[in-house]
């Protein structure tokens, strides 16, 4: 009886798995803050070249598909 005793109060004090719990909250988090932190830099990138895309279309004799980036 004074093992098992023993055994739950180890059981009670052990704190490695809310410690991982807790870090894999963390992980979680940042991930997705990295991932919104791409999509927004990639429509800011997306507008940018879209708007020289504009800007540069007909000039010099070319042309500019804006859906693809792809010039001629």
């Known amino acids: 009886m004074k093992k098992l005793m ?18 894999s909250i963390l992980v979680g988090i940042i991930a997705g803050a990295a991932i919104l932190a791409i999509l927004a830099i ?17 000039k010099a004799g070319g042309t500019c598909v804006k859906g693809t980036g792809a010039g001629t």
């Open 42 to 58: 990639g429509g800011w990138v997306t507008g940018r070249f879209g708007g020289l895309c504009d800007t540069l279309n007909g």
């Open 6 to 23: 023993t055994m739950t109060r180890q059981f009670r004090d052990d704190e490695n798995g809310a410690a991982m719990v807790e870090y």
